[in-house]
T-cell receptor, first 112, second 111 residues
C-alpha cells in the first residue's frame, strides 16, 4: 500500500448528484488535508484536520463537507456542485503541522 | 496574505544541464518551506523540506536553499535527466502548517 491512497481516481457527476471522495493514509500521521487544484491556478488548501478535529476551513462553500472519522481516514462529501468545481482534489497527511506533507494521487472530478 | 511566485514558469533544456528554479514569497514569517514535484495526472511528491533555521538541504542531485529575510528559495538540479521532467512546486508554510503554493515551474529535459 502506498502512503496516501485516494479513491476514486476519476469521478464524473451531475450537478444534482451526491458523492464522496475518500482518502486513507498508512503513515501513522495525525494531520490530514484536502486541497483543490484547478487548471491554471495554484493549489488551494480547503480543510485541515488535526487529531480528527477540523482546525481550518479555508472559506470553502458548504456544498463541500469534510469528515474525519479517525486519524487514518478523511472524506469529502459533495452535493449540488457547480461546473467550476471541476478540478483535481488532493489529500495529504503529515505527522504534525511542522512536518512534511505527503500527498495522494488525487481524484479528478468533472461536473457535467 | 502570503503570495508565492515561481520563475520561470516553464523551462526546456537538454539533458545534462545544471538548473536553477526560483521561488519568492511575500511574507518572510514562515515556519518551513517544502519543495515538491508533480508528474502529469499525479499527486505531489515531496522532494525537500527546509526548516526555518536551516539555510539549505540536499538530497542526491537536488539542493534547496532558503533565505527567509529576502523571501527567496532556490532549487538547484544538477546534471538534469529526462526523468526530471515534471512541474516543480514551492510551498512555504506557516507555524499552523498551512502550505501556500506557487504556480510551479514546468520543466522538460530533452534526451
Amino acid at each position: 500500500e502506498t502512503g496516501v491512497t485516494q479513491t476514486p481516481r476519476h469521478l464524473v457527476m451531475g450537478m444534482t448528484n451526491k458523492k464522496s471522495l475518500k482518502c486513507e493514509q498508512h503513515l501513522g500521521h495525525n494531520a490530514m488535508y484536502w486541497y483543490k487544484q484547478s487548471a491554471k491556478k495554484p493549489l488551494e488548501l480547503m480543510f485541515v484536520y488535526s487529531l480528527e478535529e477540523r482546525v481550518e476551513n479555508n472559506s470553502v462553500p458548504s456544498r463541500f463537507s469534510p469528515e474525519c472519522p479517525n486519524s487514518s481516514h478523511l472524506f469529502l462529501h459533495l452535493h449540488t456542485l457547480q461546473p467550476e468545481d471541476s478540478a483535481l482534489y488532493l489529500c495529504a497527511s503529515s505527522q504534525d503541522n511542522s512536518q512534511p506533507q505527503h500527498f495522494g494521487d488525487g481524484t479528478r472530478l468533472s461536473i457535467l | 496574505k502570503q503570495e508565492v511566485t515561481q520563475i520561470p514558469a516553464a523551462l526546456s533544456v537538454p539533458e545534462g544541464e545544471n538548473l536553477v528554479l526560483n521561488c519568492s514569497f511575500t511574507d518572510s514569517a514562515i515556519y518551513n518551506l517544502q519543495w515538491f514535484r508533480q508528474d502529469p495526472g499525479k499527486g505531489l511528491t515531496s522532494l525537500l523540506l527546509i526548516q526555518s533555521s536551516q539555510r539549505e538541504q540536499t538530497s542526491g542531485r537536488l539542493n534547496a536553499s532558503l533565505d527567509k529575510s529576502s523571501g527567496r528559495s532556490t532549487l538547484y538540479i544538477a546534471a538534469s535527466q529526462p526523468g526530471d521532467s515534471a512541474t516543480y512546486l514551492c510551498a512555504p508554510f506557516s507555524n499552523t502548517g498551512k502550505l501556500i503554493f506557487g504556480q510551479g515551474t514546468t520543466l522538460q529535459v530533452k534526451p
